[in-house]
């Protein structure tokens, strides 16, 4: 039983509907899943509704003379079409994440051309240059995840 002012993140809500959390988030742009707050949801009221919904679906399928096959196909292609979608929006973030690490990548060789040139001591450039190597790595290993 789940306890009364439980709350769940859309990424707990998709495992246990066996979607992920970006789909949930479809479903409730649609108006299929109602959420209580900003990425939160009532257990209860979720899994309730995305159930009513696809009763709905299931009994709209045969109502309409469709076949369960026809109907399983629709969803398929519908899931097909939310794939797509979201594989779109992926190439379109590794774009972005590809033009930040060109531009970071200009401007620490400006900053290098910078530093190369000042009067500093070879030994203070060589610990600048770790430091921005070391930025650079972390920086491009955060941003490989997303």
Same mark, same amino acid.
């Given at each position: 039983?789940?306890?009364q002012?439980?709350?769940?993140?859309?990424t707990t809500?998709?495992?246990v509907l066996?979607?992920?959390p970006q789909?949930?988030?479809e479903?409730?742009r649609?108006?299929r899943?109602?959420k209580? *707050?900003? $990425?939160?949801?009532?257990?209860? @009221?979720a899994?309730?509704a995305y159930? =009513?919904?696809l &009763?709905?679906? /299931?009994?709209?399928?045969? *109502?309409? $003379?469709?076949?369960?096959?026809? @109907?399983?196909?629709?969803?398929?292609? =519908?899931?097909? &079409?939310?794939? /797509?979608?979201?594989?779109?929006?992926l190439?379109?973030r590794?774009?972005?994440?590809?033009?930040?690490i060109?531009?970071e990548s200009?401007?620490?060789e400006?900053?290098?051309?910078?530093?190369r040139?000042?009067?500093l001591?070879?030994?203070?450039?060589?610990?600048?240059?770790?430091?921005?190597?070391d930025?650079?790595?972390?920086?491009?290993e955060?941003?490989e995840?997303t």
């Open positions: 039983m789940i306890e002012g439980t709350t769940w993140d859309p809500l998709a495992q066996g979607m992920t789909s949930v988030n479903q409730v649609a108006g899943i109602p209580i *707050g900003r $990425g939160r949801f009532d257990p209860v @009221a899994v309730s159930c =009513e919904y &009763r709905e679906a /299931r009994d709209d399928a045969k *109502g309409s $003379g469709k076949s369960l096959t026809a @109907a399983r196909t629709e969803l398929a292609l =519908e899931d097909a &079409r939310l794939k /797509r979608i979201q594989a779109e929006k190439e379109g590794f774009a972005d994440v590809q033009e930040l060109a531009a200009q401007m620490l400006g900053i290098a051309g910078i530093i040139s000042s009067p001591s070879d030994e203070r450039k060589e610990d600048i240059f770790t430091a921005l190597q930025h650079v790595k972390k920086w491009k955060e941003h995840q």
